[in-house]
T-cell receptor, first 114, second 113 residues
């Protein structure tokens, strides 16, 4: 996949604002998508997932939207808090594999200012 | 245990040295993955185990990389004759059910000098 080295996309917001993080995925055969949050020195932490037969899924303060036509995924975080500051990755699982091999996107750095 | 445990947390190796990285998955988890995460990038798939069987090793970058899970629980990723380009965070993930519900460990940060 495309590599951007250290120059990850960044998003800076004020506490209380809503955040939208976007991801373009590569494989039209992907049938399952996950958003992960990764804080410094930690492994990716599951936020929310969505299957390809859905367009939208909501969790607590988070919503994932899937547009299969343009192969686009977004994560919306409501009332963003300083604790939401992290790198966010989308990941896709290609359909047809009998196990859950994931392909990760490049990541977006979210910074929430108090 | 409560989560996926990886050890050591940090490893500094001299170029040419062999290293072994350990992953203790969540008890009872069938699936186990190894990923490599270079600085500033997303994790990249290395290999997959279902119980003790290594079903996919297509992501291993060279024959210097070897992984095992002999009893279907603990897994070890071994890198022989380490090179500077091997410097990365190595992440382990496990899941109870094949295909969904992955939990990642905190990773081992390998630095080759």
């Amino acid at each position: 996949g495309e590599s951007v080295g250290l120059h990850l996309p960044t998003l800076s917001v004020q506490e209380g604002d809503n955040s939208i993080i976007n991801c373009a995925y590569s494989n039209s055969a992907s049938d399952y998508f996950i958003w992960y949050k990764q804080e410094s020195g930690k492994g990716p932490q599951f936020i929310i997932d969505i299957r390809s037969n859905m367009d939208k899924r909501q969790g607590q303060r988070v919503t994932v939207l899937l547009n299969k036509t343009v192969k686009h995924l977004s994560l919306q975080i409501a009332a963003t808090q300083p604790g939401d500051s992290a790198v966010y990755f989308c990941a896709e699982k290609v359909g047809g594999t009998s196990y859950g091999k994931l392909t990760f996107g490049q990541g977006t750095i979210l910074t929430v200012h108090p | 245990g409560a989560g996926v445990s990886q050890s050591p947390r940090y490893k500094v190796a001299k170029r040419g040295q062999d290293v072994a990285l350990r992953c203790d998955p969540i008890s009872g988890h069938v699936s186990l993955f190894w990923y490599q995460q270079a600085l500033g990038q997303g994790p990249e798939f290395l290999t997959y185990f279902q119980n003790e069987a290594q079903l996919d090793k297509s992501g291993l970058p060279s024959d210097r990389f070897f992984a095992e899970r002999p009893e279907g629980s603990v897994s070890t990723l071994k890198i022989q004759r380490t090179q500077q380009e091997d410097s990365a965070v190595y992440l382990c993930a496990s899941s109870l059910v094949v295909n969904y519900g992955y939990t990642f460990g905190s990773g081992t940060r390998l630095t080759v000098v």
